[in-house]
Nanobody
Framework: QVQLVESGGGLVQAGGSLSLSCTASYNIFSNYHMAWYRQAPGKSRELVAHIASSGGTNYADSVKGRFTISRDNAKNTVYLQMNSLESEDTAVYYC?????????WGQGTQVTVSS
C-alpha cells in the first residue's frame, strides 16, 4: 500500500508564500502522474496542479502564474510552491498519485491565508 505524506501547510498572510511537499512511502514516482488538489469548506475538491510522469505540467486558471508544481523522482517527492497567496487559496491541500485505475491520496495539509 502506497502512503503519501504531505507537509508544509500553515498560516500565512495574503501575498505571502508557502511550499508544500508530498513524499511517497516507496518509489512510485517514475511511473505515476502526480497532482495537488484542494478542498475549501463547503466546496468540492478541485484540481490545483498536475505533473505527468514525463514532467509536463498544467494548472487551474485560478493559480496560473502563482503556483509551481515540480517533482524529484529520486526523493519520491512532489512539491507545490505557492506565491502571492490569496484568502481564496485557503483550503486543505491533498496530494494524489495515479496511474491507470490506481490512485492514492495523502491525508491533507491545511493552508490558511489571512487577509
Amino acid at each position: 500500500q502506497v502512503q503519501l505524506v504531505e507537509s508544509g501547510g500553515g498560516l500565512v498572510q495574503a501575498g505571502g508564500s508557502l511550499s508544500l511537499s508530498c513524499t511517497a512511502s516507496y518509489n512510485i514516482f517514475s511511473n505515476y502522474h502526480m497532482a495537488w488538489y484542494r478542498q475549501a469548506p463547503g466546496k468540492s475538491r478541485e484540481l490545483v496542479a498536475h505533473i505527468a510522469s514525463s514532467g509536463g505540467t498544467n494548472y487551474a486558471d485560478s493559480v496560473k502564474g502563482r503556483f509551481t508544481i515540480s517533482r524529484d523522482n529520486a526523493k519520491n517527492t512532489v512539491y507545490l510552491q505557492m506565491n502571492s497567496l490569496e484568502s481564496e487559496d485557503t483550503a486543505v491541500y491533498y496530494c494524489n498519485a495515479y496511474r491507470g485505475l490506481q490512485s492514492y491520496w495523502g491525508q491533507g495539509t491545511q493552508v490558511t491565508v489571512s487577509s
